[in-house]
C-alpha cells in the first residue's frame, strides 16, 4: 500500500528540488540544485556564464513544515570570469539567501515575525536557535536608522523622552513621525535629552521634509522647543496635551492627600473608613465615576470643601481642552478659568498657573488643530512593555531595531512567511 503524500510548492526561484528526506531527529532536508545560469563577477562586474565547478555542501534553515524544522541542501556553483586577469572564480549569488547566512530569507522572516511583541529568548527557545542566531537576523534584516530617502512628507513630529533605567536619569529621546494618512513611524532614539542632541538629529532630516513638518509636540522641556526654534522654525510648537494634564491633575491630587492626611488625624477611625476609595474616584472623569464612586466622592467631599473646589476646577479645564474652541476662545476661557482659581483662594494650582504664564502660547497653540502627543504617549506605552518585557534594552541601535519590527514587523513579513 502506497503511503499517502502531499505536495507543497517551495516557493524560492531558479531552483529544482532533488530529493527530500528526513534526517535521524525528524527534521526535513530539501536537496535542491540552482537552475539560474551565471552570476556577477566579484571583480569587474560583468555577467559571467562560464562554469568552474561547484563549492562544498551547504545546509542552511527553511520554513518549517508541518511542525518540523526544515533545511535546504545544495551546492552552490562557481562561475570563472574569462576578461578579468587571472580568469578569477565568483560563486553564484542567490536572491533567496544571503551570503554566508544560514537561513533563508524565508526563514530570516518567520523569526522576525515570531520576533514582534515577543523576546530574543522566547523566540530562541521556540525555534531552537541560539540567542546570537535570532539576534544575527535582526541584525542583516532590519536597518538600525531611518533610510530618509525613501522617507515619505511628515506632518507631525513628536518629541518625549524615556527613562531607559528607572530612578537613574538615563534619558532618551524618542523621535517620531505622523504621515498625513495617520501612519506612524519611528525616526529616532538619542543619546539623551539635551539641545546639542536634538540639533543634531534634527540636522540629519533633509530640508525637503523639514519644510513640509506643520507643528512639533513635545513636553514642556525647553532643550525640545530651543531646538525645534532653531531647526524648524516654520513649524508651530504644540505642548502635549497630556503632559498639561498631568500637572493640574496632579496639583489637585496633592490637595486630595493633603485633605486625606488631615482628615485620618480627626476623624473616628470608623468615619476615616467610609472614605476609603476616595482616592481612585477622585483620579477619575466626573463622567466615568459609577454610582458607588460618586458616593465615596460625596461624603469626601462633604469634610474636604477645598477638594471638592479643586475637582471642579479641574473638570472644568478639561472640558475646555475637549470642546471644539478656536485658539482665541480657548485663551478667552482659559483666562476665565485662571480667575476662577484665584477667587477660589486655593493655592495647589499655583505652580501650574506658572506653568500656563510661561508656556501660554505652546499651550493654546493646541487648539489651532488640536493636535497632541496622543500618538507619541500611545507609541511610548509600547517602547515601555518592550523594555519590560525583554528586561531592559540599553543598546540603542537594537532598541530603535525592536520598536521598528513591533510597529511595522507584521505588515512587513506577515504574508512573506509562507510555509515552503
Given at each position: 500500500?502506497?503511503?499517502?503524500?502531499?505536495?507543497?510548492?517551495?516557493d524560492?526561484p531558479?531552483?529544482?528540488?532533488?530529493?527530500?528526506?528526513?534526517?535521524?531527529r525528524?527534521?526535513?532536508?530539501?536537496?535542491?540544485?540552482?537552475?539560474?545560469?551565471?552570476?556577477?563577477?566579484?571583480?569587474?562586474?560583468?555577467?559571467?556564464?562560464?562554469?568552474?565547478?561547484?563549492?562544498?555542501?551547504?545546509m542552511?534553515?527553511?520554513l518549517?513544515?508541518?511542525?518540523?524544522p526544515?533545511?535546504?541542501?545544495?551546492?552552490?556553483?562557481?562561475?570563472?570570469c574569462?576578461?578579468?586577469?587571472?580568469?578569477p572564480?565568483t560563486?553564484?549569488?542567490l536572491?533567496w539567501q544571503?551570503?554566508?547566512?544560514p537561513?533563508s530569507?524565508?526563514?530570516?522572516?518567520?523569526?522576525?515575525?515570531?520576533?514582534?511583541h515577543?523576546?530574543?529568548?522566547?523566540?530562541s527557545?521556540?525555534?531552537?536557535?541560539s540567542?546570537?542566531?535570532?539576534?544575527?537576523?535582526?541584525?542583516?534584516?532590519?536597518e538600525?536608522?531611518?533610510?530618509?530617502?525613501?522617507?515619505?512628507?511628515?506632518?507631525?513630529?513628536?518629541?518625549?523622552?524615556?527613562?531607559?533605567r528607572?530612578?537613574?536619569?538615563?534619558?532618551?529621546?524618542?523621535?517620531?513621525?505622523?504621515?498625513?494618512e495617520?501612519?506612524?513611524?519611528?525616526l529616532?532614539v538619542?543619546?539623551?535629552?539635551?539641545k546639542?542632541?536634538?540639533?543634531?538629529?534634527l540636522?540629519?532630516?533633509?530640508?525637503r521634509?523639514?519644510?513640509?513638518?506643520q507643528a512639533?509636540c513635545?513636553d514642556l522641556?525647553?532643550?525640545?522647543?530651543?531646538?525645534?526654534?532653531?531647526?524648524?522654525?516654520?513649524?508651530?510648537?504644540?505642548?502635549?496635551?497630556?503632559?498639561?494634564?498631568?500637572?493640574?491633575?496632579?496639583?489637585?491630587?496633592?490637595?486630595?492627600?493633603?485633605?486625606?492626611?488631615?482628615?485620618?488625624?480627626?476623624?473616628?477611625?470608623?468615619?476615616?473608613?467610609?472614605?476609603?476609595?476616595?482616592?481612585?474616584?477622585?483620579?477619575?472623569?466626573?463622567?466615568?465615576?459609577?454610582q458607588?464612586?460618586?458616593k465615596?466622592?460625596?461624603?469626601?467631599?462633604?469634610?474636604?470643601?477645598?477638594?471638592?473646589?479643586?475637582?471642579?476646577?479641574?473638570e472644568?479645564?478639561?472640558?475646555?481642552?475637549?470642546s471644539?474652541l478656536?485658539?482665541?476662545?480657548?485663551q478667552?476661557?482659559?483666562?476665565?478659568?485662571i480667575?476662577?482659581?484665584q477667587k477660589?483662594?486655593?493655592?495647589?494650582?499655583?505652580?501650574?498657573?506658572k506653568?500656563?504664564?510661561?508656556?501660554?502660547?505652546?499651550?493654546t497653540?493646541?487648539?489651532?488643530?488640536?493636535?497632541?502627543?496622543?500618538?507619541?504617549?500611545?507609541?511610548?506605552?509600547k517602547?515601555?512593555?518592550l523594555?519590560?518585557r525583554?528586561?531592559g534594552?540599553?543598546?540603542?541601535?537594537?532598541l530603535?531595531?525592536?520598536?521598528?519590527?513591533?510597529l511595522?514587523g507584521?505588515?512587513?513579513?506577515?504574508?512573506?512567511?509562507?510555509?515552503g
Amino acid at each position: 500500500m502506497s503511503k499517502a503524500q502531499i505536495t507543497i510548492p517551495l516557493d524560492i526561484p531558479d531552483v529544482r528540488v532533488m530529493q527530500t528526506s528526513l534526517n535521524e531527529r525528524g527534521e526535513i532536508i530539501i536537496t535542491i540544485e540552482s537552475t539560474k545560469v551565471g552570476t556577477t563577477c566579484r571583480k569587474c562586474g560583468k555577467w559571467i556564464t562560464k562554469p568552474h565547478g561547484q563549492d562544498e555542501w551547504v545546509m542552511i534553515r527553511h520554513l518549517p513544515a508541518f511542525g518540523r524544522p526544515s533545511y535546504l541542501r545544495y551546492r552552490p556553483r562557481r562561475y570563472q570570469c574569462q576578461d578579468c586577469e587571472g580568469h578569477p572564480t565568483t560563486t553564484q549569488s542567490l536572491n533567496w539567501q544571503d551570503a554566508n547566512s544560514p537561513h533563508s530569507f524565508a526563514y530570516d522572516n518567520h523569526v522576525l515575525l515570531q520576533l514582534v511583541h515577543s523576546t530574543v529568548e522566547d523566540v530562541s527557545v521556540k525555534e531552537g536557535l541560539s540567542y546570537e542566531s535570532v539576534v544575527g537576523v535582526l541584525e542583516r534584516r532590519i536597518e538600525a536608522r531611518v533610510d530618509w530617502t525613501e522617507m515619505a512628507d511628515i506632518e507631525l513630529l513628536g518629541l518625549d523622552e524615556i527613562a531607559l533605567r528607572k530612578g537613574q536619569g538615563n534619558y532618551v529621546t524618542l523621535v517620531t513621525g505622523r504621515f498625513r494618512e495617520g501612519e506612524i513611524v519611528i525616526l529616532g532614539v538619542l543619546p539623551g535629552h539635551e539641545k546639542a542632541v536634538v540639533v543634531d538629529f534634527l540636522r540629519l532630516i533633509p530640508q525637503r521634509i523639514l519644510q513640509r513638518v506643520q507643528a512639533v509636540c513635545c513636553d514642556l522641556w525647553e532643550a525640545y522647543t530651543e531646538a525645534v526654534r532653531e531647526e524648524i522654525p516654520t513649524a508651530r510648537i504644540v505642548a502635549d496635551r497630556f503632559h498639561v494634564a498631568r500637572h493640574y491633575r496632579e496639583a489637585a491630587d496633592d490637595l486630595r492627600k493633603q485633605e486625606l492626611h488631615r482628615l485620618k488625624k480627626e476623624l473616628p477611625p470608623e468615619a476615616y473608613q467610609t472614605l476609603k476609595g476616595s482616592m481612585h474616584a477622585f483620579r477619575k472623569n466626573a463622567g466615568d465615576l459609577n454610582q458607588e464612586e460618586q458616593k465615596t466622592l460625596k461624603r469626601f467631599f462633604k469634610y474636604a470643601a477645598s477638594a471638592k473646589q479643586a475637582y471642579s476646577l479641574r473638570e472644568r479645564l478639561t472640558a475646555i481642552f475637549d470642546s471644539s474652541l478656536s485658539q482665541k476662545q480657548a485663551q478667552a476661557k482659559l483666562r476665565h478659568w485662571i480667575r476662577q482659581v484665584q477667587k477660589s483662594g486655593l493655592h495647589c494650582f499655583d505652580h501650574f498657573l506658572k506653568l500656563l504664564d510661561t508656556w501660554w502660547q505652546e499651550i493654546t497653540n493646541y487648539f489651532i488643530q488640536r493636535e497632541n502627543s496622543g500618538f507619541v504617549e500611545g507609541f511610548n506605552n509600547k517602547v515601555k512593555v518592550l523594555k519590560r518585557r525583554c528586561y531592559g534594552i540599553f543598546n540603542l541601535k537594537h532598541l530603535f531595531q525592536r520598536i521598528y519590527l513591533d510597529l511595522h514587523g507584521y505588515r512587513l513579513f506577515a504574508a512573506t512567511t509562507i510555509c515552503g
